[in-house]
């Protein structure tokens, strides 16, 4: 048995206000919509993330996503109008926070020289 795929799930408690906010940060609207109340964007060939109405859960999850340049994503963000907590030190590596709408939290990683 072998796992290939991996799909990293957000949960939110509507779909016509967090489809356009992950839209933005992604910088592309989604890839496929499975079902209704589910939207996913595939960020790679093996891995991706899910955007899923469950307004009961929505704002309890979490993420976090290796990014090879954060300068370039805070700026994109910036400019996309998401706010975020700017790019601060962690260790080895920096990191950008995020919150979604429903205060789902995504950090982006940026690895330093010597690897995280």
């Known amino acids: 048995m072998t796992i290939s795929r991996m799909l990293a799930q957000m949960t939110v408690s509507d779909s016509a206000r967090s489809i356009p906010w992950y839209s933005l940060l992604f910088g592309r609207g989604p890839d496929a919509h499975p079902m209704d109340g589910l939207v996913e964007w595939y ?9 899923w109405v469950e307004p009961e859960r929505a704002g309890t999850s979490s993420m ?3 990014d ?3 300068d ?13 907590g700017g790019i601060g030190p962690a260790s080895s ?16 990683v940026e690895s330093g020289a010597s690897g995280a």
Request: charged content about 25%; hydrophobic content about 50%; proline content about 5%.
């Open 93 to 108: 590596f920096r990191i950008l926070p995020v919150v979604d709408p429903d205060g789902n939290k995504i950090v982006f």
């Open 68 to 70: 090879d340049d954060l």
């Open 64 to 66: 976090v996503l290796d």
């Open 43 to 51: 960020l790679a060939d093996t891995f991706g993330v899910q955007v």
């Open 72 to 84: 370039a994503r805070v700026q994109l963000l910036d400019d996309a109008g998401i706010e975020n």
